[in-house]
């Protein structure tokens, strides 16, 4: 194969083994970016000194939340990862999922540990290698194949229509250790990330550039349409293919995208444990995107867009109703969220698909929503396996609130969800989540969350969202969104600006007053503001329009936000229980605030157990994006990531969340980081 | 020749530590990373790890002293110390590592607290042989690459790896 041009390009005999002498113009691997992660100084330091030896720009970093805030603000500063596994603040695996679901870099994990089933964990969870440590500089020279190796099958899945899915792309990471040495080196320079950046919609298939399609919520909603016409057991890529009739889009990309929304149903109907276990990751965006697809279908582009998370995942997850579109907002967020989403399983599905359709329609006008807030809630709440049915409310109350709503719902269920919308989700609080989304409390994950909630609150809508009753699907983003806030990439659509905002919006307002009904919540946050302009017209949207804006405008929340949205979600899940499927803003909002307040207590538990089963996933994920403190919480609950976070983020806020968040078992999230 | 005897000196030196096991081939690595950019980088490291791994330590002695043994805690804390001595090169104290983590793997609480103990005491002579050889090779004030141990060791006697050795150096200096 190409081992001739590797030699002459990488051979470590050589004097300067890193440059590419002969083959790549602009000298490459010299010059790659390399981000270092690990806690050892001694460690870090040789690494570094290694790296530096090949030629390699080297920046260093002790602990995971710092490596992933600096991937988030640098979305292309970085070529390749280089994480430890075990590590004090957060699990090497999570790191590596984040990494690989919100930017799809090429991680290798480093441990003294070379046990089999450590190994092998690195696989299943994507690292494109594993080195045993202590590192030689030799297994350091040949880094940058998993570089090109990465680049080279991005633009594969654009171009080759029959080979490459795009789903598979993300597990490409554990696929390239099957690709002989890269023999990439040509393109290399060329591909230096481009593909991924462009957060486009699918049709760049003519130049070939993008590595993928990205699964935009029109699209998503499209692929639904098909699906639905078809019938998901006769639907296949080649008819959805001729039924969605969008030009330059490839049966492999349908395909693909088919794929993970099969695994996101599959996940929302409580399927495999292996789906849970290893999947989560890559599930998870992509049930994001199935949840969120149906549910904003607004969001879901930003969601891809962000590139973070699968466009198609987002796409699945809208159309599940529980993702937010946003794939934009936060790449993280929509990983998280995807993994809430797809955490509540089934619930979200359903409620995702009939979002979808329904959160098609409405959130054109709310753009507000973005990523799936309504689509979230709908979902989320299916994914608490509560009683769809509220979240059916919400979705459909998102829906058919006008789509201004939706975004509304969105907003609010990703306000929501940090606290309520989880509770909401959880049940037939679907009501609950739209006011809970509408708490702004939390900015950026929480707005996710809490539209998310809020439109799984919307389950009203049943009709519109098939998986309304699953809201718990919804429900399950905002959680992610919580973890992910800062990724915005919510679920809900709410862009991780939003998240953030929200994020910070919901701790606000949950410190304020707990949920103030629906309009109250923003309005601590200038964020919320902003949404309120999207209002949430039938609800207390524009709580959650707030909070989406506000989170739209907020950066995402790097690590703050993180903790607003588990926290938020959390207790939005409570508190959408306990409204029951009311549409009202203020009950909402009210569950909202007692999720924010009184439920930190109480509903925080509540939401941590709901959001504990369903968010299994979620919780990490959006412990994960919690990258500030979070690494105690983290730890603790794995699972509980999200509601942790959520929880802690409102509970923070409120003030009381102190000690609201130990009775989860949080260890106290700080959500110090969410700028309030 | 004043200058040769010391680096002879600090040649045998560091073959001595290589032969007692003391050092592995990762601290070669180490050394080949130094160069006239960074000097002192090895020592810079072992001084590193001197400090970061005595919080580590201390760690263990407080696990240790608890009762019963948190043995996860502990062979979590010893992981991370392995990983740090096992980057330096630190042969012995690496070998320790290991048998305190299999103790923990079994739950052998006597069987922890002696392995500690002996991993104290290797942890403390290679701090000083170390401390000794960079005194002595700052002393001698070039930068010598060591010759892979393994490699000459069996190939030639001893006397000849030194003047091999010694060679090399003048080579570089040369150079």
């Known amino acids: 194969m190409n081992l001739s041009n590797i030699t002459t390009m990488s051979t470590p005999s050589s004097s300067s083994p890193l440059k590419s002498s002969d083959a790549v113009s602009d000298q490459f691997p010299a010059g790659l970016r390399v981000l270092v992660v690990d806690d050892d100084p001694t460690c870090l330091m040789i690494l570094d000194r290694m790296l530096r030896a090949c030629c390699y720009e080297v920046t260093k970093c002790k602990r995971a939340e710092v490596a ?34 919100e930017m799809d870099l090429p991680v290798i994990m480093m441990s003294a540990d070379d046990g089999k089933q450590v190994v092998m964990k690195g696989v299943t969870h994507g690292a494109c290698d594993y080195l045993i440590k202590p590192v ?134 409580g399927v495999s444990p292996q789906q849970n276990n290893l999947n989560n990751p890559f599930m998870s965006p992509q049930d994001a995107t199935f949840g969120a697809t149906s549910i904003n279908g607004i969001d879901l582009q930003t969601l891809q867009a962000a590139g973070h998370l699968p466009a198609q995942s987002l796409a699945k997850l ?172 919510f679920p809900l659509g709410s862009t991780p600006r939003m998240s953030s905002i929200a994020a910070k919006g919901i701790f606000h307002e949950e410190a304020s007053s707990g949920i103030k009904s629906s309009s109250g919540f923003v309005p601590s946050y200038d964020i919320f503001d902003e949404l309120n302009h999207q209002k949430s017209h039938d609800w207390d949207l524009t709580n959650a329009g707030l909070t989406f804006d506000a989170s739209q405008h907020a950066n995402p929340l790097q690590g703050s936000i993180d903790v607003s949205p588990s926290v938020l979600v959390h207790q939005s899940f409570p508190s959408i229980q306990q409204t029951g499927q009311n549409r009202n803003p203020t009950s909402f909002g009210k569950g909202m605030f007692s999720v924010g307040e009184g439920m930190s207590q109480a509903n925080l538990q509540n939401l941590g157990q709901h959001l504990n089963t369903h968010l299994v996933d979620y919780s990490v994920k959006v412990k994960a994006e919690r990258i500030q403190d979070q690494s105690s919480q983290i730890n603790l609950f794995p699972e509980q990531y999200g509601q942790e976070d959520l929880m802690s983020a409102l509970l923070k806020q409120q003030g009381g969340i102190g000690p609201a968040e130990n009775e989860f078992d949080f260890d106290g999230y700080s959500i110090d980081n969410i700028p309030v | 020749m004043d200058r040769n005897s010391s680096r002879r000196q600090v040649a045998a030196m560091k073959q001595s530590l290589f032969d007692q096991g003391h050092l592995d081939e990762q601290f070669i690595q180490l050394e080949e990373l130094q160069d006239d950019a960074n000097p002192n980088f090895v020592e810079e490291i072992v001084t590193l790890y001197y400090r970061d791994s005595s919080r580590l330590i201390s760690n263990l002695e407080q696990s240790l002293e608890r009762n019963p043994l948190d043995f996860n ?96 150096s003048k080579a570089q200096l040369l150079l």
């Open chain 2, 73 to 168: 805690k502990l062979d979590n804390i010893m992981h991370q110390f392995k990983g740090s001595s096992s980057s330096i090169g630190a042969k012995k104290v690496k070998a320790e590592c290991t048998l305190f983590k299999e103790y923990c793997r079994t739950g052998n609480a006597e069987g922890c607290r002696k392995s500690f103990q002996q991993l104290k005491k290797e942890y403390a002579a290679l701090r000083k042989k170390l401390e000794a050889y960079f005194q002595l090779a700052r002393q001698v004030g070039s930068h010598e690459t060591a010759c892979r141990p393994n490699t000459i060791l069996p190939l030639f006697p001893r006397k000849t790896t030194l003047s091999i050795m010694i060679l090399k």
């Open chain 1, 318 to 489: 809208q159309a599940a109703g529980l993702v937010r579109p946003n794939a934009k907002a936060g790449v993280s967020m929509s990983l998280v969220e995807q993994r809430n989403l797809f955490s509540f399983a089934d619930p979200r599905i359903r409620f995702g698909e009939g979002q979808l359709q329904h959160l098609n329609n409405n959130n054109k006008p709310m753009n507000l929503l973005h990523g799936i807030p309504t689509n979230m809630e709908p979902k989320q709440l299916a994914n608490l396996h509560q009683p769809t049915q509220s979240i059916g409310n919400l979705n459909m109350r998102v829906n058919s609130s006008s789509a201004p709503s939706n975004p509304l719902l969105m907003q609010i269920a990703q306000s929501q969800p940090r606290g309520q919308m989880l509770s909401e989700n959880t049940g037939s609080h679907v009501t609950r989540l739209p006011s809970s989304l509408v708490q702004p409390t939390l900015p950026n994950g929480i707005s996710n969350g809490v539209l998310g909630n809020g439109i799984s609150g919307a389950s009203n809508i049943t009709p519109t969202f098939k998986t309304v009753q699953q809201n718990s699907s919804m429900v399950s983003f905002p959680m992610n969104q919580s973890s992910e806030m800062s990724v915005s990439s």
């Open chain 1, 68 to 101: 992933l805030s600096l991937l988030r603000e640098n979305k292309n500063g970085f070529d390749i990862v280089l994480s430890d596994v075990h590590m004090p603040d957060m699990d090497g695996f999570k790191l590596l999922e984040h990494i690989g679901l």
């Open chain 1, 136 to 269: 030689r500089i030799e297994a350091l020279k040949n880094i940058w194949q998993h570089v090109v190796r990465r680049r080279k099958n991005g633009w594969k899945d654009l171009e080759q229509s029959g080979s490459v899915d795009e789903g598979d792309r993300q597990l490409k990471a554990s696929d390239d250790a099957d690709y002989s040495s890269s023999a990439n080196e040509g393109k290399s320079s060329k591909k230096r990330r481009d593909e991924d950046e462009d957060p486009d919609e699918r049709d760049d298939s003519s130049t070939l550039k993008k590595p993928r399609v990205v699964w935009s919520v029109e699209l998503h909603q499209q692929f639904m349409a098909a699906v639905n016409q078809l019938g998901l057991d006769k639907a296949v890529p080649k008819k959805i293919l001729e039924l969605m009739n969008v030009p330059g889009l490839t049966r492999e990309n349908v395909a693909s995208h088919l794929q993970k929304y099969r695994l996101y149903l599959r996940r929302l109907s």
